[in-house]
């Protein structure tokens, strides 16, 4: 919906018109802003995607390399990790295209439905994302050390359990950094976007409430 389309959208709503010029530069700013946000959601999750098939073309490659059953095995992990998360960012970018409405209150509901949906997505990034990732890395990483230490002769099982150790705590480090990330950008942007949806909408319902309260006062032609 273009800007010019969504102020029309605005004055067909029952607002007093004094409520309608006060708001003419909010539907402005709140299109300008819902526009960076679908533009900035498809970017990631582009960017989200392409990355996770990069982790698993190079695990793949490795593991062919090692020729580690174990490493293959967390190359598949990642494989479906990296699936699922293409599948659940789709799902959610489709739901949002459909929520564009001609009205104003459609639109405001389908906006901040959208932006919830990416406040729950980012919430819970360590359900869908982080685990099946490092789940998958972690299976990739033993089995890369596993195959080192055979190749090279060691045998030292607590060396192995050291390295597998390390391997664990630094993809805990990573994890925890992305889900401190995530849900940083869900506080810091996408909870105070969807905050000034709802005022908007509060806005939008209570200019129309106080015009049909109005209307009902106003005493009835002979």
Known sequence: MDIERFRSAW????????????????IESLER????FHRKIVFRDAVETLAALFVVAV???????????????GTVVAAAAAAGIAIRLGRARRAEA???????????????DAVERQIHLLRTVARWYVL???LGGFLWSVGLILAATEEIGIHSTPAALVAVAVVALWLSAVGWLVWRVNRKAARDHLEPLRSG???SLRRL?????DQSTRSAGSPSSP
Do not use: Y
């Open 197 to 199: 949806l709802l005022d």
């Open 33 to 36: 802003r819902m526009k960076l």
């Open 11 to 26: 004055r067909d709503q029952p607002v007093p018109a004094h409520l309608i010029e006060e708001d003419d530069d909010m």
């Open 59 to 73: 695990f793949a490659w490795v593991s062919r390399q090692s020729g580690s059953g174990l490493a293959w095995a």
């Open 205 to 209: 319902e209570a200019g129309g409430d």
């Open 98 to 112: 459909g929520s564009a409405a001609h009205d104003l209150r459609s639109r405001l509901h389908g906006e901040i």
């Open 132 to 134: 099946p990732l490092m």
